[in-house]
């Protein structure tokens, strides 16, 4: 028998969560017998955290039936664990947090059904206090809308009358705010990704009817304000904006919920990044604030974990700015939050990048030699940072060479590697051989191939072994 749906699901639960299940199986089908026991064969598998197999067809026949069944009846009975484990997981989700909009929906539902006037109405209230006073996203307007409308649409008696009009007006207001928070959020996206991945910008008429329409609505809503000025940052890079932007970050994150402040604050350090290629080093400052304030407030932790970039930036960015004791910290601190699969990587990796900044020369190749990369992504930093060291080092220009070689095939094989990471690689490389192995390279050809290239893995280093290159200028 193949795996079915309700071993896949299941096995996605924890230990808490399966012994709840299987409390929740006793209390409202216990009676099942059959279901029962086939449950119970799983149950102490999962309970230990191993992965359950389909039980033989022996099991089957001596423990649930005293014959051979058919795939259907067996079928049957994984399909009822699956539909109430199914139910038992919506249950969890609608029950776990004490402010839930979805149960309050189903709530206001039943008092409706049920002909409680007086409950129905007051449900409405309190829940449309709980949205506003919640942090704010583009969907709180909507489930205002929806309050709004199940009220109006409601009235029974002549006492509620009177509010007809406002509630109209009310929900009017809600669409245009949603209607408004959907243009820009989602333009935003687009020219966020199509910014990421070099192609141009989209043309969206609409956000400029929207701007001229409600200019004011805008800049008072703080959701909305925030949203035009990531679209207007995305589409001119101006610093100005960039620095308002942040301003809003600083001082109201509080108003959005926490995927907008991950969205904020990944839009500010996107730009920073931009700056930081650029020359403009006086950002790495910004870019140190934000991330603290990410990592100590845990906007940037998703699902309770860290991703390898946002982890490698942060320790990069303390290290240019001299913040060593903190990047230590850091590591110590933030790599339980590391995924698993690679959590030893990244943790060597970047104890070597503190240990370049510290000029632990030795330590940096102790660390990386020893190691295996499984992460092409990961290899590929190590690689450079190797050669950085030997370099610091004072090595021969063969081991140099040889270091250099050894890169640019592997970078000649690889094929996982997005074109802006492998030219940027492949610059590094290049300059590198230009500046320590190539004996007729002037300084002049440096300083071109620097300025005409943009894309290089520490620039700010290669830029500094350029300006003290001792070669014919």
Request: glycine residues 2%; aromatic residues 14%.
């Amino acid at each position: 028998m193949k795996e079915n749906k309700f071993l896949k699901l299941v096995r996605t639960l924890d230990k808490k969560e399966i012994k709840a299940f299987q409390k929740y199986l006793v209390g409202l089908y216990g009676k099942q017998e059959k279901m029962m026991l086939l449950f119970n064969y799983f149950y102490k598998d999962l309970k230990r955290g191993n992965p359950s197999k389909l039980p033989t067809e022996a099991y089957l026949q001596n423990k649930l039936y005293r014959q051979k069944q058919s795939a259907k009846v067996i079928a049957n009975l994984f399909a009822d664990l699956y539909k109430y484990l199914e139910e038992f997981l919506r249950w969890e989700k609608i029950n776990a947090d004490a402010d839930n909009y979805a149960k309050d929906k189903l709530q206001i539902e039943i008092y409706k059904e049920r002909g409680l006037d007086d409950w129905f109405y007051n449900k409405i209230e309190k829940t449309r206090k709980s949205l506003n006073n919640a942090p704010l996203d583009m969907w709180s307007s909507l489930k205002l809308f929806e309050l709004n409308h199940a009220s109006y649409f409601k009235f029974s008696t002549e006492k509620h009358n009177h509010d007809a009009l406002q509630l109209l007006k009310q929900g009017l207001a809600n669409l245009d705010n949603f209607f408004i928070a959907a243009k820009l959020n989602y333009s935003c996206e687009i020219n966020s990704i199509a910014h990421l991945n070099q192609h141009a910008a989209v043309d969206n008429w609409m956000i400029d009817y929207i701007v001229k329409l409600y200019p004011q609505k805008i800049k008072i809503h703080p959701y909305l304000n925030i949203y035009y000025l990531i679209f207007q940052l995305l589409k001119n890079s101006k610093e100005e904006v960039y620095f308002d932007l942040k301003n809003e970050f600083i001082h109201n994150r509080q108003v959005f919920n926490a995927e907008n402040q991950l969205i904020l604050l990944t839009v500010l350090l996107n730009f920073i990044t931009k700056k930081v290629r650029e020359g403009n080093l006086a950002f790495s400052k910004d870019a140190f604030e934000l991330y603290k304030i990410g990592i100590e407030e845990k906007i940037s932790i998703i699902n309770n974990e860290i991703g390898a970039v946002p982890f490698f930036n942060i320790i990069n960015v303390a290290c240019r700015l001299d913040e060593i004791d903190w990047a230590e910290k850091f590591l110590a601190t933030y790599s339980i939050y590391l995924n698993s699969k690679n959590k030893m990587e990244i943790q060597k990796l970047a104890r070597s990048i503190i240990y370049f900044e510290k000029r632990q020369y030795d330590k940096v190749l102790i660390q990386l030699r020893d190691i295996v990369f499984k992460n092409i992504f990961y290899e590929t930093r190590a690689r450079a940072l190797i050669i950085k060291s030997l370099i610091e080092q004072g090595v021969s220009k063969s081991i140099i060479q040889s270091e250099c070689d050894a890169f640019s095939q592997s970078l000649r094989r690889n094929e996982l590697l997005a074109d802006n990471p492998l030219t940027a690689y492949k610059n590094f490389v290049r300059l590198t051989r230009m500046i320590y192995v190539n004996k007729k390279t002037t300084k002049r050809q440096l300083i071109n191939f620097l300025n005409n290239e943009q894309l290089f893995v520490y620039k700010a280093w290669l830029k500094d072994k350029v300006t003290n290159f001792k070669g014919p200028s």
